[in-house]
Every structure is written in C-alpha cells, then in structure tokens.
C-alpha cells in the first residue's frame, strides 16, 4: 500500500459525458502527478500539481482539467468523453515535486467510455 | 527527443532461472531512474530509485544497476511470485514527469 488513494476503482459511462477522478496523496506530499495508461501508449504524464498550483504540464487534452485543492488532494476531470478516453488513469504524489524524488503510485481509476 | 526503451518486451523463466531487464535511454540531463513492478490492473509499486552511473541497489532477489545509458534489473532465481510487469522510468532536467519505458513483462514459471 503507497499510502495515495483514488476514488473511484471503477467508471462506466458513455460519450460526451463527465467525470471526474479523485486523489489523496501519501501524508506530508505536497506534489501531485496525474498519468494516464492505455494498451497502446503505455504510461503518459498528464499534469502535475504543487501545494495547489499547476508546476508542470504533459500532453493533457485541452478536455482535460484537474486541479489541487487546499487540503492537497486533486481532481482530475474529464469532459466530452470519446472511446479512446477509455483508460487506467493513476495518480502519483511525492514530498515537494522535485525531479529526483520518487513518486508513489495510486491504485488507479479504470475508465470505460461506451 | 528524449527516450527510455525496454528490452525484451516479455520474458519467460524457469523458476529458479536467473536473467536482467534492460532500459535504455537517450535523456539529456538524467535527475533520476526509476523502476516499478506493476501487477495487471493495479498501480506501479515503487522498487529503486537511481541517481548515478556505477550506483547499484538491492532488494530480496532483486538488483538494479546503471551506467551512463543504460539501467539493468537483475533477477535472481525468481520465484513464480515475481510474474509482474517491470517498468523503468526516467526524470530528466526539463521537467519533474516521468518519461516511461514500455515495460518488460516477466513471467516465471513453477
């Protein structure tokens, strides 16, 4: 158990819906990551978040928001779902987000688009 | 363009029968390497974190090593237990993301 949590385990739903992923990173992290896991493009990077600013920025689709709030956990939001949105999307935290610290993954959200 | 490749893409043993995983990279600026052991459908389990060449770790019957372009994780005598996907990952001077390898899937046999 890395001690990052991730609500839901599981989503169902259709195109040009909404949703929205939720993340509690390990005590004391500061830094979240959001990556995203598919069959054919492995695991990408999506947004990172530091004590609630945006530090860094991967190839998230501009349908793509997320945000971190004051108690640190992040959100991660998907609009105008399409089938290829269909994925495993984890989250990640570290102590201060900077590049030599490890990042500890969550057990991830698994998204089907219908 | 920066770039972590793993080899080989799958790999079957014998229980008891030892070998290495390669990653590969062409990263400018190396701040970190990282390998994870992920189980299907489940989150990356973090395994070692390496910093520079020469540097090695260890872990139960697991070894990572690195030199200047590539990272090695030597298994030794694996058991069925270890069947996993192995992931290597890089963090270079650009950016605090990981950059990714496609992984290795190592099944080992009874």
């Known amino acids: 158990d890395s001690g990052v949590t991730q609500t839901p385990k599981h989503l169902i739903t259709a195109t040009g819906q909404r949703v929205t992923l939720r993340c509690s990173p390990r005590?004391?992290?500061?830094?979240v990551y959001w990556y995203q896991q598919s069959l054919d493009q492995g695991l990408q990077f999506l947004i990172q978040?530091?004590?609630?600013?945006?530090?860094a920025k991967g190839n998230i689709l501009e349908r793509f928001s997320a945000q971190q709030f004051p108690d640190l956990h992040s959100e991660l939001n998907l609009s105008s779902l399409e089938l290829g949105d269909s994925a495993l999307y984890f989250c990640?935290?570290?102590?201060?987000?900077?590049?030599?610290?490890?990042?500890?993954f969550g057990p991830g959200t698994r998204l089907l688009v219908l | 363009e920066d770039q972590v490749t793993q080899s080989p893409e799958a790999l079957r043993l014998q229980e008891g029968e030892s070998s290495s995983l390669n990653c590969s990279y062409t990263?400018?600026?190396?701040?970190?390497l990282f390998w994870y052991r992920q189980d299907p459908g489940k989150g990356p389990e973090f395994l070692f974190t390496?910093?520079?060449a020469g540097e090695e770790k260890e872990k139960e019957r697991l070894k990572a090593t690195l030199t200047k372009k590539e990272s090695f994780l030597h298994i030794t005598a694996p058991k069925p237990e270890d069947s996993a996907t192995y992931l290597c990952?890089?963090?270079?001077?650009?950016?605090?993301?990981?950059?990714f390898g496609g992984g290795t899937r190592l099944m080992v046999k009874p």
């Open positions: 990263v400018s600026g190396l701040r970190g």
């Open positions: 005590s004391g992290d500061l830094s």
């Open positions: 978040y530091y004590n609630g600013e945006e530090r």
């Open positions: 390496l910093y520079s």
């Open positions: 990640a935290s570290s102590v201060a987000g900077g590049g030599e610290e490890t990042q500890y």
């Open positions: 990952a890089c963090n270079f001077n650009a950016g605090n993301m990981l950059t």
